[in-house]
């Protein structure tokens, strides 16, 4: 009975770090790995839930699929990838998810590491795809704005 109560014990105190820092079991590449295998023996052999996917979105959730596979040689689960390894992954299984749902691509978050001006840090950034195409459209109007108006004349509005 002592023994029982000891071992109840042990795995109590164990456990307790766990417990108390809210950390949960490291994400499974291989659970990822084998979904992503049965969504493309889905769509290969033309299951009923992919019929609405055209030929061109196939393509590329197999490439995205691809890319996927290849990261994850290898490793067990995403804490044994680098922080960019595993940014890639995370947003090849966005893209997945956007090529294969019924909603437009530029709803897809995508993802990027971009350094903190004045440090060598560097922090996550996530925006859907037409977020960043109006970022991106925004900026280059300011520089064509800038660029356009450099002439003593046109800064004095004449």
Sequence with gaps: MKQILYLLLAAALVSTPYAIAGEEEPVRLDQILEEQRSIRGAIETHDSAYQHVSEYRRKRVFEAQDRLFYLA???????????????????QLKKIEALLSA?????RTVCERVAIAGTRRYQTACMTEAERERRAESAKRAMLERAACTTAKCKAGG
């Design 103 to 107: 909603g437009r691509e530029s709803e």
């Design 73 to 91: 040689e290898g490793r067990a689960d995403l804490g044994a990838l680098p922080p960019d390894d595993r940014l890639d992954v995370f947003n």
